[in-house]
């Protein structure tokens, strides 16, 4: 158990560097530099030179990498070009943004994507239920997560008001409140501070989860197949079982396996999906920063955002590798 | 005397040699082929619509029609689905659009296909060193999601339809290269592959002619997925401003300009975003409709 642990652990690591070298390089080939871009091209070379050399960028490529890779070990990820503050601080400011938009679409998924995919596994000989709920799957897999995002706006915003357009919500203030124990000597204005965050994250986290469900639907439902076609579940039967002790006692705890997968590819396509899902909506969060911070040639505000979106991508991955490890011990024998 | 044949009793057919040809119930087949056949007809139909765009749009996709800004569907008689802010008429920038997305969609899973499989098969037949290698590689470039690592390739090289295609061709590469050196390992164990060595066949015939079209069938179906994603993720590009640059047609940017008048004139983003949904639909139903029939075994999915 202990030498699959540390064998995961050491495959992770070399991943983590190459994706992290990839990011440097990327940034590197990226045509535009980024002192033009910050001064304009009526700076003058000796301006220039100084932007250049503030910023490190005439240290020989080699120098630069290590120097890269070092500080980002101590998430140093330098200051962002365009705004100057510390990009580490930035992350984490938009962080929790994010963190909520995926923990509240991972809800919506799960609880509509879930069963959706156990029914129709369960009663897939009956078309009647099996086909909408296909249809259902594949239409969610099919429609793009910024175009539903915009219909839901267009629906529940601007039709019928009941959702804000943009924005995000007081985080920052809940946050603050849970920091500084506020939540105890008012509770009243940190459940207003709760209640406004989850009013802007309604339609964004529906959108997102609604993508999500078509996704862990199609899993869940060959999972459950999987897990049902297996000779214990014939036995349950054949003892007399009624179907509802088959299914929960025995099929849901053996799904427990694929649905880990499920959880480890669910957070790579999230945020993915917060890229754009923050966009559509205006809510702050990494993914519109990244999207920003490319588009713009903010180096170190990219670098930054891309090595933490695939820190979070592998460190999730292991975790999961680890609790395959924990709910199936058959798995550290190979 | 008839027998009436039941189709998934073929036993019964003993004297079979004389009977009628047997009788499906005609409701079980349409059942059964329905979603390929409306797959394959709405695939077929966007390809010939991306490839005839000339010829079928009604107008072309950059005239500014003056007297006809912001106008809704059927508002003016030679404007089906509207018009957009600059009075170009939308339902032509849609089909000039299909071009765009489906060109992007089926060369970048070609060269997906193309470079990754080869490297995949070359991986799981020869082993050793050269597995490790390619292997580490694609599980690199996995750790980045599809839509940020072509984020990335495309801001690197320009907006271009090569270039978008190039991006999107790498981002699947990986994912190619792991699914064919799965099915080489498979494969290679199997009684053809021994014998062909015993013959003396090479490495390299071994991997072309056995493993390869062995494979074909899975990897067909996944490239057809594939596809689809293509489609979704040029039009994320597009919509996120990173694809083709306008006034060029693109899904994804006459979606993002339609944005800013989704208060007024929600055409504009409804009718692309549904010729998106419809494209991504039509590849996910055949390669879907594919899995099903060419592998018996997995149809429960």
């Known amino acids: 158990m202990v030498q699959y642990v540390l064998r995961r652990l050491v495959v992770a690591v070399p991943m983590l560097l190459g994706a992290m070298s990839i990011v440097f390089f990327a940034m590197r080939v990226l045509p535009g530099d980024p002192c033009v871009a910050m001064m304009g091209d009526q700076a003058t070379t000796e301006a220039l030179a100084d932007c250049t050399k503030h910023l490190g960028l005439n240290r020989p490529l080699a120098v630069q990498y290590v120097d890269y890779l070092w500080r980002s070990v101590q998430f140093d990820f330098g200051s962002s070009l ?17 963190l909520v938009l995926v923990m509240a679409s991972a809800i919506v998924a799960a609880l509509v994507g879930i069963p959706i995919g156990i029914v129709s596994a369960l009663k897939r000989r009956n078309p009647l239920i099996d086909y ?21 706006l267009i629906a529940f915003s601007l039709r019928l008001n009941l959702f804000p ?26 459940l207003a501070a709760v209640g406004d965050v989850l009013h802007h994250l309604a339609l964004p986290a529906l959108a997102l989860g609604f993508t999500l469900a078509a ?38 705890r053996n799904m427990m396996v694929p649905l880990l997968t499920i959880i480890g590819l669910f957070v790579a396509i999230a945020l993915t999906g917060t890229v754009v899902t923050e966009t559509v909506f205006t809510r702050p969060g990494l993914g519109k920063m990244l999207v920003d911070a490319i588009g713009a040639r903010d180096y170190p505000l990219a670098q930054g955002g891309i090595t933490v979106f695939t820190v979070i991508i592998i460190t ?17 024998y190979k | 005397m008839a027998i009436v044949r039941d189709a998934t009793v073929p036993e019964l057919t003993a004297a079979g040699a004389f009977q009628e040809a047997p009788s ?19 695939a077929l139909a966007m390809v010939v619509i991306a490839a005839g765009a000339p010829l079928i749009a009604p107008l072309s996709p950059s005239a500014q029609f003056a007297d006809a800004v912001l106008k809704g569907p059927g508002a003016v008689e030679r404007h089906a689905l509207g018009t957009d802010e600059f009075g170009r008429d939308l339902l032509s920038r849609i089909i000039w659009g299909a071009r765009v997305s489906l060109q992007v969609g089926l060369a970048s899973v070609i060269f997906g296909f193309g470079l990754g499989v080869p490297l995949g098969i070359l991986a799981g037949v020869q082993g050793g060193r050269i597995e490790t ?7 690199m470039l996995m750790a980045f999601p599809t839509l940020l690592l072509a984020l ?33 390992l498979t494969i290679r164990e199997q009684d053809y592959i021994v014998a062909a060595r015993a013959l003396g066949s090479g490495q390299l015939r071994v991997m072309a002619r056995h493993v390869f079209p062995n494979a074909l069938y899975a990897l067909v179906v996944v490239a057809t997925l594939y596809i689809a994603t293509a489609i979704r993720t040029e039009a994320t590009l597009s919509f996120l401003g990173f694809g083709i640059p306008p006034p060029t047609p693109s899904w994804g940017n006459i979606l993002s300009e339609g944005r800013q008048y989704i208060k007024c004139c929600m055409w504009i983003t409804t009718f692309s975003g549904l010729a998106i949904m419809l494209a991504v639909l039509a590849f996910n139903l055949v390669g879907d409709a594919l899995r099903d029939l060419l592998d018996p075994r997995l149809r429960g999915e």
Request: net charge positive; charged share 20%.
């Open chain 1, 82 to 98: 365009r705004q100057g503050y510390p990009v580490s601080e930035y992350i984490a400011r938009m962080f929790p943004h994010t």
């Open chain 1, 132 to 152: 909408p709920l296909r249809i259902f799957a594949l239409l969610g897999l099919s429609m793009p997560v910024f175009w539903l995002g915009i219909l839901l």
């Open chain 2, 152 to 184: 990335i390739i495309v801001t690197a090289l320009g907006g271009t339809l090569p270039n978008e295609i190039l991006a999107i061709g790498v981002a699947l590469t990986p994912n190619f290269v792991r699914l064919a050196r799965g099915l080489a």
């Open chain 1, 215 to 252: 996704t862990v639907s199609r899993l869940s439902r060959s999972a459950m197949l999987e897990v049902i076609s297996q000779d214990y579940i014939r036995t349950a039967r054949a003892k007399g079982r009624d179907e509802w002790a088959v299914v929960y006692k025995h099929a849901l």
């Open chain 2, 24 to 42: 499906r119930p005609l409701g079980r087949t349409l059942r059964r082929y329905a979603p390929i056949g409306i797959g394959v007809v709405m």
């Open chain 2, 133 to 139: 290698c390619i292997m580490r590689g694609a599980d």
């Open chain 1, 316 to 332: 999730v991955n292991l975790v999961v590798d680890m609790l395959y490890a924990v709910v199936d011990p058959r798995v550290t």
């Open chain 1, 165 to 190: 357009l943009i924005g995000g919500g007081d985080l920052d203030g809940v946050i603050h409140m849970i920091r500084t124990g506020e939540v105890f000597s008012n509770p009243a204005d940190f």
